[in-house]
């Protein structure tokens, strides 16, 4: 069965689960795709979880322009063949909070070189790449504290009024913390190298109250 073919069976089952409501909401919120059919995060996983793994047939989903079939691309892809020089294809895909949350969650958070990831994406004006790459880094378990601390510099730096920044810089330092108790001495430090700004303010406000729940 080639890509095109495959594409159109699976787009069958999740167009069964379409909502229009849900597509119209998402829409108004800014979540915006070239097709929606609103089917549920949930659905989307339950569905692709029968398809087999297969990286170049999710590398032709996510370059369609349906919400559906680029969210379930970050399943289908394995994450053993992400490297570098496959960075650029993702991160051009990036293009709300859905995509880059779900991204994140279901292929980046298991990519073997995460650091390098933090690296290269912590450094973008578009906050939804930097953001994906924060959040990944979150739940990836090869994620190095070091390199957390200097991504999270360069990603605040790069977008100083970011909600979705000061999020993904949140989830990686209580994962840090949560894994090395002396990442807690180093962060104070950290965050006297960064001009005050709304990130910054948030991040603080944050970490104020839920380091002390790890």
Known sequence: ????????????????????????????????????????IATIREIVASE??????????????????????????????????????????????????????????????????????????????????LMAASRNERTTSEVAFVAVEKAVKANPSSHYIAMGVVALLCYVASRDKSVRVGIPVLFERIDDCATKRYILDELSWRLDYL
């Not at 279901?106 to 650091?115: C, F, R, T, V």
Request: hydrophobic share 40%.
């Open 52 to 133: 087999s793994k297969d990286y170049d047939f999710a590398k032709y989903l996510y370059r369609q322009q349906v919400r559906e079939l680029r969210l379930a691309a970050c399943h289908l892809a394995e994450p053993q063949r992400v490297d570098i020089s496959e960075f650029p294809f993702w991160s051009r895909g990036i293009a709300n909070a859905e995509l880059a949350e779900e991204l994140a969650f279901a292929l980046l958070s298991k990519i073997y070189d995460i650091n390098s990831l933090m690296g290269i994406w912590s450094t973008e004006c578009n906050e939804m790449v930097a953001y994906a790459a």
């Open 1 to 40: 069965m080639d890509n095109t073919t495959r594409m159109i069976s699976l787009l069958g089952k999740l167009r069964k689960q379409m909502n229009g409501a849900v597509a119209e909401s998402m829409a108004s919120h800014d979540q915006k795709y070239g097709l929606n059919y609103g089917v549920s």
